[in-house]
């Protein structure tokens, strides 16, 4: 079973920064294809971006391209995503999810696509 635990949201201010990081408990990190998602109340999740296993594939919600960068250190198990130039509209409680992926250049995009789900860490912006 995979545990994923996020961290590093909190409050930033409009054009401020916050990194999320979340650690992922398996022991071949690399098969799997990683992403982050968020839910502002009363709306659906919603894809942010996805990485694949080797990190060389990445994909990005049209919103926070350019704003948002998401990475990965496979020796430690661990995918970021750092945000910058918040907005108000980026509050939300992100999620990190991960996908078992034989090829290591799949990134996975959609909710029903991943198999495993961090608790959440809340990101609040204000203007």
């Known amino acids: 079973q995979v545990q994923l635990v996020e961290s590093g949201g909190g409050l930033a201010q409009a054009g401020g920064s916050l990194r999320l990081s979340c650690v992922h408990s398996?022991?071949?990190?690399?098969?799997?294809?990683m992403g982050w998602f968020r839910q502002a109340p009363g709306k659906e999740r919603e894809f942010v971006g996805a990485?694949?296993?080797?990190?060389?594939?990445?994909h990005y919600l049209d919103s926070v391209k350019g704003r948002f960068t998401i990475s990965r250190d496979n020796a430690k198990n661990t995918v970021y995503l750092q945000m910058n130039s918040l907005k108000p509209e980026d509050t939300a409680v992100y999620y990190c999810?991960?996908?078992?992926?034989?090829?290591?250049?799949?990134?996975?995009?959609?909710?029903?696509?991943?198999?495993?789900w961090g608790q959440g860490t809340q990101v609040t912006v204000s203007s």
């Open positions: 398996g022991r071949t990190f690399i098969s799997y294809a």
């Open positions: 990485i694949s296993g080797s990190g060389a594939s990445t």
């Open positions: 999810a991960a996908a078992p992926r034989p090829n290591f250049l799949v990134v996975v995009t959609t909710v029903s696509g991943y198999d495993y």
